[in-house]
């Protein structure tokens, strides 16, 4: 009998151990993953918010993306409004992204205006179909426009993105506020939806856009053409388009006719983006400076990041700067500065460092760089001045770096 207890005893033990062993592992396996989550960061695009409109009689939910590093910066952004934000938000923020890194449009904030349910679209549709399209009009001239410039560092240069029904509302600001906007993407654009019954879309807006007072504005209108195959009507409204485009030449508008090889109804929209933009933000204007005329007796500076940037500002009426930095070399500022320091003289790189500067006046990397340029020529009081403020800078807007920093100062 005493044995029998002695191995019930010596079982339960056993059993409790592991148990216990086992909460233990337990214990420690969720404390690992608890560690993982609390180390892991969140990638953000932007974020969303919302405002109630009086014009509208609702509220309205409102999507923003900010350009890389918009709090260490101090210039104005071109803005970009994007209709249907639940499905074009992302992709307009994107290719935006790429494009402006790239030195094919300049950084912008992009602005999206959320529908809340499938059925809201049509509230910006034609006229002739319910669209609220004066209304809406109101509501951008009114409420959103002036809440965006108030809130954020917005200047008067924008960009209005639609789809499909949504376009109606383009149509109407291009065709009776044409102030409004500056560029005008129509993804999936109906040309057979007239807005009266009387007249062609494109008669109407080729017919305002050879009006010598109409403004230097840009149209984009895509289609994909599986929609040409499967609707006749949208085929003959393109063909007639194209052709009158062609006999009638705009004065001041640019418009782009543009349909899609290979493309569906609403998938178009990631390639129409980009399309657009470069209806906007033409290649014949947006080159990148790149190292054409690279002449180590001459300011490069000036003579070639200054002077295209300046024509390109004067172009499009609000200052545009050359990236800070990005992912390759040749495409920013930074990176130009690096190859200038390998291949240039240091007096070349010193402007084109103070050059930057003056764009980016709060850059933590442009004044160590700038400082390492002064202490190689000599100048060890200047370059410990820089140093000292590149530090400041870095605590200030990048304190996860600043040890790196002041190890760059030590050297």
Request: with cysteine; net charge neutral; proline share 3%.
């Amino acid at each position: 009998m005493k044995l029998i207890n002695f191995l019930t005893l010596i079982i339960f033990i056993i059993i409790n151990s592991g148990c216990t062993e086992a909460q233990q592992s337990k214990s420690i396996s969720n404390t690992v993953k608890k560690e993982r989550i609390n180390h892991s960061e969140r990638i953000t695009i932007g974020e969303k918010f919302k405002i109630y409109s009086k014009v509208l009689g609702e509220e309205k939910e409102i999507y923003v993306s900010l350009p890389h590093k918009y709090e260490e910066r101090v210039h104005d952004y071109p803005v970009v409004f994007v209709l249907e934000a639940e499905f074009l938000f992302e992709a307009a923020s994107t290719v935006t992204k790429y494009m402006a890194a790239r030195s094919k449009m300049p950084q912008s904030i992009i602005v999206g205006l959320a529908n809340g349910t499938h059925e809201k679209r049509y509230d910006l549709n034609l006229k002739k179909w319910n669209g609220k399209l004066d209304e809406y009009l109101s509501f951008f001239n009114t409420e959103l426009i002036p809440y965006i410039e108030k809130k954020y560092r917005a200047n008067s240069h924008r960009t209005i993105i639609g789809l499909s029904p949504t376009n109606g509302f383009l149509f109407e600001a291009f065709l009776s506020k044409p102030n409004m906007f500056k560029g005008y993407i129509a993804l999936s654009a109906h040309l057979e939806w007239n807005r009266t019954e009387d007249i062609k879309l494109f008669d109407e807006i080729i017919s305002i856009a050879n009006n010598s007072n109409y403004p230097k504005n840009a149209l984009y209108l895509g289609r994909a053409d599986s929609d040409l195959i499967l609707h006749s009507s949208a085929k003959d409204a393109y063909v007639d388009a194209k052709q009158k485009l062609i006999d009638q030449k705009p004065i001041n508008a640019t418009i782009n006719i543009d349909v899609l090889d290979n493309e569906e109804h609403y998938l178009m929209s990631l390639a129409g983006i980009r399309n657009g933009f470069a209806t906007i933000y033409p290649d014949s204007l947006w080159r990148n400076p790149g190292w054409i005329g690279w002449d180590k007796d001459e300011n490069y500076a000036i003579n070639h990041y200054k002077t295209y940037y300046d024509k390109l500002s004067s172009i499009y009426g609000f200052d545009i700067y050359p990236v800070e930095d990005g992912h390759s070399y040749g495409y920013y500022l930074v990176g130009k500065a690096y190859s200038a320091k390998k291949w240039g003289t240091n007096k070349q790189l010193i402007d084109l460092l103070e050059l930057g500067i003056g764009y980016y006046p709060n850059s933590a990397n442009l004044h160590i760089m700038l400082a390492e340029a002064y202490y190689t020529k000599g100048d060890t009081k200047l370059a410990s001045e820089i140093a000292k403020k590149a530090i400041k800078l870095a605590e200030k807007y990048h304190p996860e770096e600043l040890e790196g920093y002041k190890k760059r100062l030590a050297q």
